[in-house]
Structure formats: C-alpha cells, structure tokens
C-alpha cells in the first residue's frame, strides 16, 4: 500500500465527474489528502492511523458510488 499513483489518478477521473462539491467529491478529495500523507510518513504509528482512515473513507466511497447508480 505504498504506491498510490493509479489509485490517485482513479480518484481525481471520479471527483471531476461527480463535482468537487458533492459527497463523492468530498470523499475523493478526502482519499487523496490521506494517500500524499501516507506516501510521505515515516511514523508508523501515524501510517497505522492513516491506512484505517484510509479503509474508512473508501467503504464510505464505495457506498456513495452505489447509492449514486
């Protein structure tokens, strides 16, 4: 869970289609700030803390995507 580059570019395609001002948008947004900051931690604690953050916002994701078809 180190290299977040296709994630990332998944994450900024989805954000654009649903609007930086939606919830979807919202929740991607939120996805990328947590991946630049897991990328660039050396604490493993905080990447403990980040990667369930991280697990958290993406079931949150999935359940916006779903309730948006």
Do not use: W
């Not at 947590?34 to 990328?39: C, F, I, L, P, S």
């Not at 931690?41 to 995507?65: G, T, W, Y």
Request: glycine share 2%; with cysteine; charged share 30%.
């Amino acid at each position: 869970m180190t290299d977040f580059t296709e994630t990332r570019s998944m994450l900024k395609k989805l954000a654009m289609a649903h609007g930086a001002d939606t919830p979807i948008g919202r929740a991607c947004h939120n996805l990328l700030e947590m991946t630049e900051n897991y990328a660039k931690s050396r604490d493993a604690d905080q990447q403990i803390q980040l990667k369930a953050n991280i697990e958290r916002e993406k079931a949150r994701l999935n359940d916006l995507v779903s309730q948006s078809h």
